[in-house]
């Protein structure tokens, strides 16, 4: 008999969903049962309302630990970037007003583990490739089919703020994101953000404007727990982790969706967030549908 070949991904049926949360509090594998609709309706509201959603101990603490371990172990190969951005993660265009939002720059000084150093037996890797995960989100989205990213370097990595960090305003490239706090720092590390600020075809470049120069009228602050999770919209809302403090590391596993799976990151926004560009990304390079600058 010839050896069974172990797979590259995980499948569901090979992710026990018991291993990183309580199925018993948040059901989400059972479709019959009124916990899950209850928990499904409120996301959808929040995320209606609120532009996003948040799920408070939704992750196991055994699991968070594994992840926070895993971290820890990988933190060697994490990508600091020390680098003036803009919210559009583009290059500078002086032909444009210098009060544009284009021209707005500010120095970002987190890090992130590539999605491509993950361990083989990562804790994050089951979570976001189990399907049943996938078929909540999307549900709690209210928007579907949604699919794992193809992007090899962002699909569900980690981001780390050490002590001074600031994660500054942007936009993200992708369409959803789901992120789990899995250590937080001793202070700040608050994310903000403004939802649905710009939408397919409009810009509202003003808008942009008006935050970035401290308008905070219509800022939401978010102070996420170890284990929390968050649904959220980043292609729309303008959003930033603001300054970490304290020797304890803010990190955050970032588990990313989108409703086109042949897209990947454009080649510069790759490198202004993981530290360098594939042959993928060049070769993806195309024109997204909502014609929104990233």
């Not at 919210?87 to 002086?94: A, G, K, Q, R």
């Not at 709690?140 to 305003?169: H, K, Q, T």
Request: proline share 6%; net charge negative; charged share 30%.
């Amino acid at each position: 008999m010839s050896e069974i070949s172990v797979p590259s991904a995980y499948s569901s049926a090979e992710i026990r969903l018991d291993e990183f949360i309580d199925l018993e509090k948040f059901p989400i594998h059972d479709l019959t049962n009124p916990n899950r609709a209850s928990l499904v309706e409120d996301c959808h509201l929040d995320i209606k309302k609120w532009g996003c959603a948040h799920i408070p101990d939704f992750i196991l603490p055994s699991a968070i630990k594994k992840m926070k371990d895993e971290a820890f172990r990988l933190m060697g190969v994490a990508r600091r970037a020390h680098t003036l951005v803009n919210p559009y993660l583009t290059e500078e265009d002086t032909t444009l007003p210098k009060d544009h939002p284009k021209r707005f720059f500010e120095e970002r000084t987190s890090s992130f583990i590539n999605s491509d150093f993950l361990e083989s037996d990562s804790v994050l890797r089951k979570i976001y490739d189990s399907d049943v995960v996938v078929h909540f989100v999307s549900e709690c989205l209210n928007v579907g089919p949604i699919y794992r990213w193809a992007e090899p370097l962002g699909r569900n990595p980690y981001s780390i703020m050490n002590n001074g960090d600031y994660f500054p305003w942007h936009f993200d490239g992708n369409d959803f994101t789901v992120s789990i706090l899995v250590n937080e720092s001793n202070k700040g590390g608050d994310f903000e953000y403004v939802p649905d600020i710009r939408s397919p075809g409009n810009e509202n470049f003003e808008g942009v404007k008006s935050i970035l120069e401290g308008d905070r009228d219509k800022v939401k602050v978010l102070r996420l727990k170890t284990g929390d999770l968050q649904i959220f919209s980043g292609r729309y809302s303008l959003h930033r982790v603001t300054v970490t403090r304290g020797d304890s590391p803010r990190i955050i596993a970032l588990p990313t969706y989108v409703k086109n799976p042949y897209l990947v990151n454009r080649p510069h926004h790759a490198e202004a967030f993981y530290g360098r560009s594939m042959q993928i990304h060049h070769e993806r390079n195309l024109e997204r549908p909502d014609n929104l600058t990233d």
